[in-house]
């Protein structure tokens, strides 16, 4: 499918772009089993569990920092203590090379993401099974305004990005498809998102992902130590 309707990459709007089939076949395999190597340890996969009681839909595991409502730490204190694996090199030459891709639309963005060399130092490992959602929300626990990448995996999902004032509209639903990359910075870095829906069975089990989907967010912490 991908091949006989290419989707061409799309500005959401000023600092935000979507690049649809980013990632080739071998990358997603990649990715799948790297993932399903950190969903078993050092932290396991987990509902994170939000300060109200209750659980997040979607599973998650973290690399380099450990993310919980609402902050990040080298050990995983709401699982198990324990420290979280690291962020591989390969993932952040990955997170540069998407930042690199979206380079053509920085103009659109105001001030500069692709000015100096992009450093994740932490990435977000998301599960959606059939019935998860992400309720619509800021990255903004970073103490760095650099972008935030997004890579999807196996089913697709409806991604709402929203504007950086509140959770209402204006949104542009779009759906983020395997293999798809997602760069969000500059006046786009706060905006609001969530994920409304995921389309179970639209995933190709090549991937090595026989359902679900899989969501990678690679960020700058901000932070050190
Ligand atoms: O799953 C997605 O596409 C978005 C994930 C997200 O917004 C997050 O992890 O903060
Ligand atoms: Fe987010």
């Known amino acids: 499918m991908d091949a006989l309707l290419p989707r061409p990459p799309v500005d959401l709007g000023p600092g935000a772009v979507h690049v649809p089939g980013w990632l080739g076949a071998e990358q997603q395999r990649r990715l799948v089993k790297a993932c399903r190597e950190w969903a078993s340890g050092p932290v396991p996969l987990r509902h994170t569990r939000l300060p109200r009681g209750g659980v997040m839909s979607v599973?998650?595991?973290?690399?380099?920092?450990?993310?919980?409502?609402?902050?990040?730490?080298?050990?995983?204190?709401?699982?198990?203590?324990?420290?979280?694996?690291?962020?591989?090199?390969?993932?952040?030459?990955?997170?540069?090379?998407?930042?690199?891709?979206?380079?053509?639309?920085?103009?659109?963005?105001?001030?500069g993401w692709t000015s100096g060399r992009y450093d994740p130092d932490t990435a977000l490992v998301n599960f959606y099974d059939g019935r998860a959602k992400m309720g619509m929300h800021q990255d903004k626990?970073?103490?760095?305004?650099?972008p935030v990448v997004s890579l999807s995996i196996g089913d697709t999902c409806r991604f709402r990005f929203g504007n950086t004032e509140g959770r209402g509209r204006p949104w542009t639903d779009v759906e983020l498809a395997s293999g798809d990359l997602l760069v969000f910075g500059g006046p786009a870095r706060y905006a609001y998102h969530g994920v409304t829906r995921v389309f179970e069975g639209t995933g190709d089990p090549a991937t090595g992902l026989a359902s679900g989907r899989l969501n990678l967010t690679l960020r700058v912490t901000g932070l050190s130590g």
């Open 141 to 146: 626990d970073e103490r760095s305004a650099a």
């Open 59 to 111: 599973r998650t595991v973290c690399l380099g920092w450990h993310w919980q409502p609402y902050r990040y730490s080298r050990t995983a204190d709401d699982v198990n203590g324990r420290r979280v694996a690291e962020l591989p090199e390969w993932l952040a030459d990955l997170g540069r090379r998407a930042v690199a891709a979206t380079a053509q639309h920085e103009d659109a963005c105001g001030e």
